[in-house]
């Protein structure tokens, strides 16, 4: 039976006590843009909130891409989330390659260079990245200025959350 098999029938299980209620209309209070890698899954745990009120926006990296502006637009300006928080990582998977490096590896696996250059949204600080990530979050004319956007790096050996500073020129933005 294939893991997607034992998902189904897992679900059945899960719906048989299935709370309406949740089918409602979300009512989040803050978005969460954080990485995609699975031991940052107990978000509720890590961050000490309630599930209900965790818009979580889930992307490698976590690379604010286009896409992921537009979720945390619709979060705020729709959903009405008041703050955001991007939560990166230690170890994350893409601080292990570059995108040259992984283009080139892809073209010679697969023999296929067609979809080359792909952009993966590698980097080698977190730090740096949570900086460049809350820039592009903060630099947009559609996310209000009065919305708190601040960035975390998780430690996986320690489970501890630490907050990164901008630079001095963010902070007077």
Known sequence: ??????????????????????????????????????????????????????????????????????????????????????????GCGFTTFTDHELNAKLRASTGDSSPAPMRFFSYKDPEENTREQIKKVRSHPWIAKDVPVRGVIFDVDSGLLREVQPTEKQAAA
Request: one cysteine or more; glycine letters at 6%.
């Open 1 to 90: 039976m294939s893991i997607i098999d034992k998902a189904l029938e897992a679900n059945r299980n899960y719906a048989k006590n299935y709370n309406p209620m949740l089918g409602k209309r979300p009512a989040p209070k803050i978005a969460v843009v954080t990485c995609m890698d699975p031991r940052l899954s107990d978000l509720p745990g890590i961050l000490g909130l309630p599930q209900a009120d965790l818009d979580v926006i889930r992307t490698g990296g976590p690379a604010v891409t286009e896409d992921v502006l537009a979720e945390l637009i619709v979060s705020n300006r729709v959903l009405g989330t008041s703050e955001i928080l991007l939560l990166n990582h230690t």
